[in-house]
T-cell receptor, first 112, second 116 residues
Framework: QKEVEQDPGPLSVPEGAIVSLNCTYS??????FMWYRQYSRKGPELLMY????GNKEDGRFTAQVDKSSKYISLFIRDSQPSDSATYLC????????????FGPGTRLSVLP | NAGVTQTPKFRVLKTGQSMTLLCAQD?????MYWYRQDPGMGLRLIHY???????AKGEVPDGYNVSRLKKQNFLLGLESAAPSQTSVYFC???????????????FGPGTRLTVL
């Protein structure tokens, strides 16, 4: 079993839809949870991060962590074609980059 | 500010050839990283550095060497390339860890390497 699992997609939705992206993990010691967005042929860029459990909102994006279920989610409201990208989840015991574990990514297409 | 830059952008090697990938950052970051990204595998850490003159192994270091002679540069070397090293390579940098605050990693645009 991989340490972090993520549905690879591709996921196609119409513009304006609510998108739910999810990751499950096996190590209960993870405390830092991140979502990165990666456009085609570009490097990943940080979208959101959360420490421990709970929700965090930033504009149209909401990150949710459920440590009891070892499950994290990223919700995108009013999705736009510019949201079309691959979304990578990442998690860590500490806030040090050398400890991050990345999911394989979910490819999202938002159709106009 | 250019952020994190990588050269070259693309490269095709034959098995057994060697090459060096260069990463440069102008954000005065202490930490730098080399990752490889393969389909279905996510980003995997090859080597990292927590400061000038220091390097350490990551998850998949075999077949690679690194050097950090200057704070702003982090070099990744392949001494004898193998087809299994065909991948997209990303460099990243970040400031040092501080308390519980997550220190964002800034990624370069990647180098696409094919080993025939």
């Amino acid at each position: 079993q991989k340490e972090v699992e993520q549905d690879p997609g591709p996921l196609s939705v119409p513009e304006g839809a609510i998108v739910s992206l999810n990751c499950t993990y096996s190590n209960s010691a993870f405390q830092y949870f991140m979502w990165y967005r990666q456009y085609s042929r570009k490097g990943p860029e940080l979208l959101m991060y959360t420490y421990s459990s709970g929700n965090k909102e930033d504009g149209r994006f909401t990150a949710q962590v459920d440590k009891s279920s070892k499950y994290i989610s990223l919700f995108i409201r009013d999705s736009q074609p510019s949201d079309s990208a691959t979304y990578l989840c990442a998690m860590s015991f500490y806030n040090y980059g050398q400890n991050f574990v990345f999911g394989p990514g979910t490819r999202l297409s938002v159709l106009p | 500010n250019a952020g994190v830059t990588q050269t070259p952008k693309f490269r095709v090697l034959k098995t057994g050839q060697s090459m060096t990938l260069l990463c440069a950052q102008d954000m005065n970051h202490e930490y730098m990283y080399w990752y490889r990204q393969d389909p279905g595998m996510g980003l995997r850490l090859i080597h990292y550095s927590v400061g000038e003159g220091t390097t350490a192994k990551g998850e998949v270091p075999d077949g690679y060497n690194v050097s950090r002679l200057k704070k702003q540069n982090f070099l990744l070397g392949l001494e004898s390339a193998a087809p299994s090293q065909t991948s997209v390579y990303f460099c990243a940098s970040s400031p040092p860890a501080s308390g519980r605050r997550y220190n964002e990693q800034f990624f370069g645009p990647g180098t696409r390497l094919t080993v025939l």
